[in-house]
C-alpha cells in the first residue's frame, strides 16, 4: 500500500515516487503495489484535463513507469484517453507493460468533485492475477456506491483493490468505513483501500489506508497525514491482522488537517515562508502555532499592527505568543495611517458620524502592510478568520480577509478554542489570556464579537444546519435548538455575503461542506426557505 503525497502535474516526480514504491516493495518481497487514484498525475488535476498536451505527457510517463517495472504488479492511476473520451483509469503494469485497466464506473459530482465535468464513465469489470490471487480493482467513488465490487466478484475477483483520492473532513472516517462494511457484505471479499495523502489547494487528504476482511473489520489501519509504504499480507486470500488505529480524537485530526494544508500550500507554490499578523486574540494564536508546526519557526514571521483601540494586553499576549513559537516578531503602529487617512477623507465624510466605514479602515490598513511585507520578502499571509466569522461576513473585504491562504476558513469558532486547548494538552503554546478573553476586532473601544454575533454555541450549530447539511430555516433553527426569527437572520445575512467570500482566499477544508469549491451560490439571489 503506497500511501503517497504526489505534487498535481509533476509527472516525473510522481513516476519517480511510485518507482521508490515498488523498489521497497521488491526488498521486501511483496508482490502487488497499489497508489492512491490518479497517482501518476496528482489528484485532483482540475482543467488540466482539458488540455490534450497534458493527457498526452501523463500516457508518455506511463509507458516510461512501466519499463522499469520488473516482475511486481503494480496499479498506477493516469488519466487514459481512448476513442475520443477521457476516463480515471488504473494501469495494471507488470514485466515492463501496461497488462489491464480500469476504467472509474461512478463519477462524483458533488461538493468538491466535478468529475463528470472531465470523464466519461467505465462499464467494464476489471480482474488481474497477483501472487495466485485473482484481483478486482476499483476506484474510488465506486466502493462508495453499489455494482461495482459485485461486478468484480463476479468477473472472479477473490480480492478488491481500491485506489482512492478522498478528501478529509471531519465525518469522513466513520463515513469511509460505514462505505466499506456495506460493499463487503455485498461482495463477501476483503478490501485494500488505498489513499492518497497531502495537501492540494482547499482540499486535505489524509491517507489513513487500510484493509478490512470480508465481513468489513479493519484487520490493517495504515497511520493518517504521512506517506506511507505498508505491507499488507493475506493468507489463501484472508488478510492477517495488524495492529494499528485512528485513535487521536477530532480535534487532533483537524490540527493535523491544518498543518499539512498550510505546509503543502506554501511548499507545493514555492513560497520561502509564511507572515500572520497577530492581534493577542485566539484565531490568530492558533494560526501562528499551526504555521510553526507546519513550516518551522525559522519559516514564520509575526507582525502586530496596534492601533489606539488595542488593549494593552492584547500586544502583552501577542509578543509572548511570538516568543512561546520563538518566530520573529514586529510591532507596526497604524494610528499616524488612519488618521492620515481619515484626514484625506474629511471633506467627504464631513458632517457624518463614524461607523463601520473607519473600523475597515484599520483593517484595510493592517492588510495593506501585510501584503507589502509579502511583496518585499515572498512570504505568504496566512489570513486568520475563522468560519463563523466569514458566514456571516464579519470580516472587511480587503482588510482581515487579505492574504494568500485563509487557514481556518473552514474550522468553526468552537472548534478553534478546541484546537487551542489541544495544542497546550503537553504545556502552554498559546496563552490562557488568549483563549479565555473574550473575542473582539478591536476596532472601536470596548467592542466585543457578541455585539455583533450571536453566541457561538448557538452560532456553530446553525451554521453547521444551514450550510452543510442544507437544511430550510426551519429545521436548521430545530436542529440548532434556536429561535426561528435567530435563524432567519442568520441565513440571511449568510447569503449576503456571499459577494465576500467569492473574493476570499483558498483554505484547507476540514468540515462536510466548506466555502469555496464545495458551496457554489449564486451571489445575486433571494431565495430563502
Not at 446553525?462 to 426551519?474: D, G, K, M, Q, R
Request: aromatic letters at 6%; proline letters at 6%.
Amino acid at each position: 500500500m503506497a500511501q503517497l503525497d504526489q505534487r498535481v502535474g509533476d509527472l516525473p516526480a510522481n513516476a519517480r515516487a511510485i518507482l521508490d514504491a515498488v523498489r521497497a516493495a521488491r526488498r521486501a518481497n511483496a508482490e502487488l503495489v497499489v497508489t492512491p487514484e490518479l497517482s501518476l498525475c496528482g489528484y485532483p488535476p482540475e482543467d488540466l484535463l482539458l488540455r490534450p498536451a497534458f493527457v498526452d505527457a501523463c500516457a508518455r510517463e506511463l509507458a516510461a513507469l512501466a519499463a522499469a517495472v520488473e516482475d511486481e504488479t503494480v496499479v498506477v492511476g493516469f488519466p487514459e484517453r481512448s476513442a475520443g473520451a477521457l476516463y480515471n483509469a488504473a494501469a495494471v503494469v507488470r514485466a515492463g507493460k501496461v497488462t489491464h485497466v480500469y476504467r472509474k464506473q461512478a463519477l462524483p459530482n458533488y461538493t468538491v468533485f466535478d468529475e463528470a465535468r472531465y470523464f466519461a464513465p467505465g462499464a467494464s469489470p476489471c480482474v488481474f492475477e497477483a501472487g495466485g490471487v485473482a484481483v478486482g480493482v476499483v476506484i474510488c467513488e465506486d466502493i462508495w456506491r453499489p455494482n461495482a465490487a459485485a461486478q468484480a466478484r463476479d468477473a472472479g475477483a477473490t480480492l478488491i483493490v481500491v485506489p482512492n483520492g478522498s478528501p478529509y473532513h471531519m465525518r469522513q472516517h466513520a463515513d469511509r468505513r460505514a462505505a466499506i462494511e456495506a460493499r463487503t457484505r455485498e461482495c463477501g471479499l476483503p478490501v485494500v483501500y488505498v489513499n492518497r495523502v497531502g495537501g492540494q489547494d482547499e482540499l486535505v487528504f489524509d491517507g489513513a489506508s487500510f484493509v478490512a476482511d470480508a465481513s468489513g473489520a479493519i484487520v490493517q489501519q495504515v497511520p493518517a497525514w504521512h506517506e506511507t509504504l505498508a505491507i499488507a499480507e493475506f493468507d489463501e486470500g484472508t488478510p492477517r491482522q495488524v495492529r494499528g488505529s485512528l485513535e487521536a480524537g477530532l480535534a487532533a485530526d483537524v490540527y493535523q488537517a491544518l498543518v499539512m494544508g498550510v505546509r503543502d500550500y506554501t511548499d507545493k507554490n514555492a513560497f520561502p515562508g509564511a507572515i500572520v499578523g497577530v492581534s493577542g486574540g485566539v484565531d490568530s494564536a492558533l494560526t501562528l502555532a499551526i504555521a510553526v508546526d507546519a513550516l518551522g519557526p525559522d519559516r514564520v514571521r509575526a507582525v502586530m499592527l496596534p492601533s489606539r483601540y488595542n488593549a494593552t494586553m492584547s500586544a502583552e499576549d501577542a509578543r509572548a505568543m511570538a516568543a512561546l513559537h520563538g518566530v520573529r516578531y514586529d510591532e507596526i503602529a497604524i494610528d499616524a495611517i488612519a488618521a492620515a487617512f481619515e484626514a484625506a477623507l474629511a471633506r467627504q465624510f464631513e458632517g457624518l458620524d463614524a461607523d463601520a466605514t473607519e473600523e475597515n479602515l484599520q483593517a484595510r490598513i493592517r492588510g495593506a502592510i501585510l501584503m507589502a511585507l509579502s511583496n518585499r520578502f515572498g512570504h505568504l499571509v496566512l489570513s486568520t478568520g475563522n468560519k463563523s466569522e466569514i458566514a456571516l461576513g464579519y470580516c472587511t473585504l480587503y482588510g482581515d480577509m487579505a492574504g494568500g491562504y485563509a487557514l481556518l476558513s473552514d474550522v468553526p469558532k468552537t472548534m478553534v478554542y478546541a484546537l487551542a486547548e489541544e495544542i497546550n494538552r503537553d504545556g502552554e503554546r498559546i496563552p490562557r489570556a488568549s483563549i479565555e478573553k473574550p473575542p473582539s476586532a478591536e476596532l472601536r473601544p470596548n467592542q466585543k464579537d457578541s455585539d455583533s454575533l450571536p453566541p457561538y454555541e448557538q452560532l456553530d450549530p446553525l451554521i453547521e444546519a444551514l450550510v452543510e447539511l442544507s437544511l430550510p430555516v426551519a429545521r436548521a433553527a430545530a436542529r440548532a435548538r434556536v429561535p426561528l426569527a435567530l435563524a432567519r437572520d442568520v441565513a440571511n445575512r449568510i447569503d449576503r455575503n456571499e459577494y465576500k467570500r467569492r473574493q476570499m482566499p483558498p483554505g484547507p477544508k476540514v468540515t462536510a461542506r466548506a466555502f469555496g469549491d464545495g458551496r457554489r451560490y449564486p451571489i445575486a439571489q433571494r431565495f430563502l426557505v
